[in-house]
């Protein structure tokens, strides 16, 4: 260690967006001279918003791509301001709410975000903590026309697990992103070319011409595998790749080919959310898909995980096809008989009594499983029920004593009738303070369908091995400590329990715990408890990872007191 020359130096930062001189005017939003604005190919789903983008080279520096992540000089600045359209249909509508700036200052990318005022005449830097906002929206179709949104502020470090280096920080600016035309004032261009010509890129990419360029997934005129596959990468591949801290398996890039991916008829490993047969994606089949459950429903275990806390229906209905199109690769592909004629006789249901009675029994045997419970949920987006069918079904299941089943159909109540999780912003405090249940605890832990411990610790004969024994860690730890563990599971990582990435001499990459070494092999087991065995004379590159297998915001989909319980019965264990 050496001491930091700039510790002691007075730092002057921007607290108003108005102070970061990226803005000739920030009430009109006009970008100052030598801030380019610029657009991307393929959106990410940010619960309804819009985005505008710019980005800003300090003099006559260039970004550098003759690499595949591009480097950029010290002090660039990529912006992009969201908007929401409050008011549908209405002049003005649109609010911005935040405007979110990425600056690399010569050595590492940081994060900030600023809040955007009622006036909309300037925004302010907010807290490293980030903060839920409700918003008020009007919606026709709401109870007197109004509803609540809850605007999600990201923390810094939630910045920081997207934007990650091992996606290339700068997520949306390069070349398959960038490669499109943009109107600039009066002239439209190609964005690679426009940007090579003004010096801020240090080639025209266009000459070489790109082998892979994103589509926009909605656009209906695109290839639809090109669509999703631009939509996974997009919204999730930022994490789902190696070494970016996901411990899920599945690798989500654009170009990298699907066979390769690890997610076709590929056996899920954090939980199967008691679809039988489940895969990641099973061919020809989204109901025992595990990643169309998880974009469709709300609670534990929804995805994206980080960066949206609404359902992207639009983004569902892609995934959806585009899996069903698949040619099924798998014997056990589900049937139709017993979800589809349970369906089928719930709307077949006649007015007389006798009939309402049959119905309302034919709709309790379907929200009974995961899988009748997806196919309730596709009747009901479609509007293929008549009215009374449709609110009928949306009751009960949100009411079903099941959360793998009531997550599903959340989204119809209210934001404020939902379930209170705690999010990404938890304080410990709260949960410290309540009195916890250590049988409820010890339910959530063995029979719990979203409190996924078990499928890596054993407790009492219950659950894996892949992590520590819990009554070990419990009878050495406070409370607090079991907490912090939960929240911050990379904090500190016991070398027993360390993650390597191996990459042997023909280019396999494999990564997971050791379970053994020796001078002939190297054992090691991932996060499905798959063990791989690796002749030690092949291993070209061996590295320890500082990312724990247990995943960050494990906690983010439960409630203060489920955790609480959950505390109460590791302490009780001692």
Same mark, same amino acid.
């Given at each position: 260690?050496?001491?930091?020359?700039?510790?002691?130096?007075?730092?002057?930062?921007?607290?108003?967006?108005?102070?970061?001189?990226?803005?000739?005017?920030?009430?009109?939003?006009?970008?100052?001279?030598?801030?380019?604005?610029?657009?991307?190919?393929?959106?990410?789903?940010?619960?309804?918003?819009? =985005?505008?983008?710019?980005?800003?080279?300090?003099?006559?520096?260039?970004?550098?791509?003759?690499?595949?992540?591009?480097?950029?000089?010290?002090?660039?600045?990529?912006? /992009?301001?969201?908007?929401?359209?409050?008011?549908?249909?209405?002049?003005?509508?649109?609010?911005?709410?935040?405007?979110?700036?990425?600056?690399?200052?010569?050595?590492?990318?940081?994060?900030?975000?600023?809040?955007?005022?009622?006036?909309?005449?300037?925004?302010?830097?907010?807290?490293?903590?980030?903060?839920?906002?409700?918003?008020?929206?009007?919606?026709? =179709?709401?109870?007197?026309?109004?509803?609540?949104?809850?605007?999600?502020?990201?923390? $810094?470090?939630?910045?920081?697990?997207?934007?990650?280096?091992?996606?290339?920080?700068?997520?949306?600016?390069?070349?398959?992103?960038?490669?499109?035309?943009?109107?600039?004032?009066?002239?439209?261009?190609?964005?690679? $070319?426009?940007? !090579?010509?003004?010096?801020?890129?240090?080639?025209?990419?266009?000459?070489?011409?790109?082998?892979?360029?994103?589509?926009?997934?909605?656009?209906?005129?695109?290839?639809?595998?090109?669509?999703?596959?631009?939509?996974?990468?997009?919204?999730?591949?930022?994490?789902?790749?190696?070494?970016?801290?996901?411990?899920?398996?599945?690798?989500? $890039?654009?170009?990298?080919?699907?066979?390769?991916?690890?997610?076709?008829?590929?056996?899920?490993?954090?939980?199967?959310?008691?679809?039988?047969?489940?895969?990641?994606?099973?061919?020809?089949?989204?109901?025992?898909?595990?990643?169309?459950?998880?974009?469709?429903?709300?609670?534990?275990?929804?995805?994206?995980?980080?960066?949206?806390?609404?359902?992207?229906? %639009?983004?569902?209905?892609?995934?959806?096809?585009?899996?069903?199109?698949?040619?099924?690769?798998?014997?056990?592909?589900?049937?139709?008989?017993?979800?589809?004629?349970?369906?089928?006789?719930?709307?077949?249901?006649?007015?007389?009594?006798?009939?309402?009675?049959?119905? %309302?029994?034919?709709?309790?045997?379907?929200?009974?499983?995961?899988?009748?419970?997806?196919?309730?949920?596709? %009747?009901?987006?479609?509007?293929?029920?008549?009215?009374?069918?449709?609110?009928?079904?949306?009751?009960?299941?949100?009411?079903?004593?099941?959360?793998?089943?009531?997550?599903?159909?959340?989204?119809?109540?209210?934001?404020?009738?939902?379930? /209170?999780?705690?999010?990404?912003?938890?304080?410990?405090?709260?949960?410290?303070?309540?009195?916890?249940?250590?049988?409820?605890?010890?339910?959530?832990?063995?029979?719990?369908?979203?409190?996924?411990?078990?499928?890596?610790?054993?407790?009492?004969?219950?659950?894996?091995?892949?992590?520590?024994?819990?009554? %070990?860690?419990?009878?050495?730890?406070?409370?607090?400590?079991?907490?912090?563990?939960?929240?911050?599971?990379?904090?500190?990582?016991?070398?027993?329990? !360390?993650?390597?990435?191996?990459?042997?001499?023909?280019?396999?990459?494999?990564?997971?715990?050791?379970?053994?070494?020796?001078?002939?092999?190297?054992?090691? /087991?991932?996060?499905?408890?798959?063990?791989?065995?690796?002749?030690?004379?092949?291993?070209?590159?061996?590295?320890?990872?500082? /990312?724990?297998?247990?995943?960050?915001?494990?906690?983010?989909?439960?409630? =203060?007191?489920?955790?609480?319980?959950?505390?109460?019965?590791?302490?009780?264990?001692?």
């Amino acid at each position: 260690l050496v001491p930091n020359p700039s510790a002691e130096s007075p730092v002057n930062f921007p607290h108003k967006l108005s102070e970061t001189g990226l803005f000739e005017s920030v009430a009109d939003h006009t970008p100052a001279a030598g801030v380019i604005p610029y657009s991307i190919n393929a959106e990410a789903w940010a619960d309804g918003a819009h =985005a505008e983008r710019f980005v800003a080279i300090p003099g006559d520096s260039t970004v550098q791509t003759k690499e595949a992540t591009w480097t950029f000089p010290k002090d660039s600045v990529l912006a /992009k301001t969201i908007s929401l359209d409050t008011t549908p249909g209405q002049p003005g509508g649109q609010r911005r709410i935040e405007t979110q700036i990425l600056h690399y200052d010569g050595s590492a990318w940081q994060g900030y975000t600023y809040r955007w005022n009622p006036q909309q005449t300037d925004a302010t830097l907010m807290d490293a903590a980030g903060e839920d906002v409700p918003l008020d929206i009007q919606d026709p =179709a709401a109870p007197g026309g109004h509803r609540q949104q809850t605007w999600h502020f990201a923390s $810094r470090t939630e910045c920081l697990r997207c934007h990650n280096p091992w996606a290339g920080n700068a997520l949306a600016f390069n070349a398959p992103q960038l490669n499109r035309s943009h109107a600039y004032d009066a002239v439209s261009d190609n964005q690679l $070319r426009a940007l !090579a010509h003004v010096g801020l890129l240090d080639r025209d990419l266009t000459i070489d011409k790109p082998e892979h360029v994103l589509v926009n997934p909605h656009d209906p005129s695109a290839d639809r595998d090109a669509r999703a596959r631009s939509y996974l990468h997009t919204n999730c591949a930022h994490c789902h790749r190696m070494h970016a801290g996901s411990s899920v398996l599945s690798k989500m $890039r654009y170009d990298l080919e699907l066979e390769k991916t690890t997610m076709l008829d590929e056996r899920p490993s954090q939980g199967t959310f008691s679809i039988p047969a489940a895969r990641v994606i099973a061919p020809g089949d989204p109901f025992r898909s595990v990643m169309w459950y998880r974009m469709s429903k709300l609670g534990r275990g929804r995805m994206p995980h980080i960066g949206s806390m609404m359902v992207d229906d %639009a983004g569902v209905d892609l995934i959806y096809d585009w899996i069903a199109a698949m040619p099924a690769k798998s014997s056990d592909k589900d049937s139709p008989t017993s979800a589809d004629d349970l369906l089928a006789a719930v709307e077949s249901g006649g007015a007389g009594p006798a009939d309402a009675a049959d119905q %309302a029994a034919a709709v309790a045997r379907l929200l009974s499983t995961t899988v009748g419970a997806l196919r309730a949920l596709q %009747a009901v987006r479609q509007a293929s029920l008549d009215d009374a069918l449709r609110q009928s079904i949306i009751d009960r299941a949100v009411a079903h004593s099941d959360s793998q089943v009531r997550d599903l159909f959340e989204r119809f109540l209210p934001e404020e009738q939902r379930v /209170k999780r705690l999010g990404s912003i938890i304080k410990p405090e709260q949960i410290l303070s309540l009195s916890g249940d250590a049988e409820r605890g010890r339910a959530l832990f063995e029979k719990s369908g979203t409190v996924t411990c078990r499928n890596c610790h054993r407790l009492n004969e219950i659950g894996e091995t892949l992590g520590p024994d819990l009554r %070990a860690v419990a009878q050495k730890k406070t409370p607090e400590q079991l907490l912090d563990g939960m929240l911050n599971p990379s904090a500190k990582i016991e070398p027993e329990f !360390a993650v390597f990435v191996i990459e042997t001499e023909r280019g396999r990459v494999c990564s997971g715990l050791i379970v053994s070494k020796t001078d002939d092999e190297i054992v090691l /087991k991932d996060a499905s408890l798959k063990e791989t065995r690796i002749p030690a004379g092949e291993v070209a590159l061996m590295e320890q990872q500082t /990312k724990s297998l247990m995943p960050d915001l494990l906690l983010r989909d439960m409630t =203060a007191q489920e955790v609480a319980d959950l505390l109460a019965y590791l302490t009780s264990l001692k």
